[in-house]
């Protein structure tokens, strides 16, 4: 009866998906979602707490939020012909410019990347191309102008720094791609504070590009505040499927209360940079283990039987992320993120006592 009705009215495209799980993590040191390991201190916290005491829950947010768009707008010191949208965590803003496109639209994105782009793209029946990285993971530009020729897609999305792979792709790509794409070009900047690379520049240069970031991975994941970049007048379409209320009062005074500590964040930020190069000295080192550079929070590895390491590792309270048979280019490939030392150590022994090296 109930299947039947749900049949009935419930689009064929999320009958077909499975649902985006997220593991249980209670107990596990837990290094499978890029999250930044340290929390502030008691002073900071304390602070941070009489400014919520300040804060009345009884009315809406502010719709369109102003006082934080005009703080950024300054600290990023954007030209006039830029805007600023918040998302409730990038996820919702990528959402929110696939909501926008015609029916059926070609959402194009290199492959591996972040899973949302086809997840999302798919359970809004828009008809999404995943282009495959060479083996080396940069982008393969002949087949992705190829791709543009022939598909003319409405959106490409690409995240640089990427997730899972961890690199950076060549700017020079970037712009070949924005110049040639005949829509929007999404860079998806997730993991800037990690690479200090960034097209903010070249925002007024190319009216068909729009950035976007978020706070969660520098620190601030149970925020959930993205940030989407572009020209005035895609901002002002986007803005119209936007919630009215979609960052709460907690959320936009809690942000204002971080961006006067951002040097909290940029030390975290950068204790973070340091220990992922440690760490990716001594996976290399590793009998068996090929592992990549990485310019975010994060590293992919390639071992043996990858799945049985993951499920070893989870035995041993230690949970990362397994990637094997989510693409061909990840086979045997696990992804782990930049913990604290004591996290990194604990995930290294158990490592190599589960290799048995
Ligand atoms: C984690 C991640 C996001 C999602 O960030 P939220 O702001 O937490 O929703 C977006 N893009 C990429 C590439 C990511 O890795």
Redesign the pocket.
């Known amino acids: 009866m109930i299947a039947d009705r749900i049949r009935k009215i419930i689009k064929p495209a999320i009958l077909a998906s499975k649902p985006y799980s997220v593991p249980q993590a209670e107990g596990f040191i837990k290094l499978d979602a890029?999250e930044n390991p340290y929390s502030w201190p008691e002073a900071v916290k304390a602070s941070w707490l009489a400014r919520l005491q300040q804060t009345d829950l009884n009315r809406y947010p502010d719709a369109s939020v102003n006082e934080l768009n005009t703080r950024l707008t300054h600290l990023l010191a954007l030209p006039e012909d830029i805007s600023i949208m918040f998302g409730n965590?990038?996820?919702?803003l990528?959402q929110v410019i696939l909501l926008a496109l015609k029916k059926s639209s070609v959402v194009l994105a290199p492959e591996p990347?972040?899973v949302?782009y086809r997840l999302l793209s798919t359970l809004l029946e828009m008809n999404f191309i995943g282009v495959p990285l060479n083996d080396d993971f940069s982008l393969n530009l002949n087949a992705m102008l190829a791709e543009i020729e022939t598909t003319q897609p409405a959106v490409i999305f690409i995240?640089q720094p990427n997730?899972p792979t961890g690199n950076t792709f060549a700017q020079a790509s970037l712009e070949a791609i924005i110049k040639s794409a005949p829509g929007l070009v999404v860079i998806?900047e997730?993991?800037h504070a990690f690479s200090q690379k960034s097209m903010m520049p070249c925002l007024s240069t190319y009216p068909n590009l729009i950035l976007?970031r978020?706070?969660?991975?520098s620190g601030l994941?149970g925020l959930?505040?993205?940030m989407l970049f572009g020209a005035n007048e895609w901002i002002a379409e986007f803005d119209k499927l936007r919630l009215p209320y979609n960052i709460g009062t907690l959320n936009q005074v809690s942000t204002h209360f971080i961006l006067q500590h951002s040097n909290l964040l940029e030390d975290q930020v950068e204790q973070i940079r340091n220990d992922r190069d440690q760490l990716l000295t001594k996976l290399s080192m590793i009998a068996g283990i090929e592992a990549w550079h990485s310019e975010a929070n994060f590293i992919l590895f390639r071992v043996a039987g990858a799945g049985h390491v993951h499920k070893a590792l989870l035995q041993q309270k230690i949970l990362i992320k397994n990637l094997h048979g989510t693409h061909p280019l990840l086979h045997n490939c696990l992804r782990v993120t930049v913990g604290t030392a004591e996290e990194n150590s604990a995930f290294l022994s158990a490592l190599t006592a589960i290799l048995g090296v």
């Not at 965590?89 to 919702?92: A, L, P, V, Y």
């Not at 978020?214 to 991975?217: D, G, L, R, V």
């Open positions: 890029m965590g990038s996820d919702e990528i990347t972040f949302m995240a997730n998806d997730a993991y976007m978020t706070f969660s991975k994941a959930r505040l993205g």
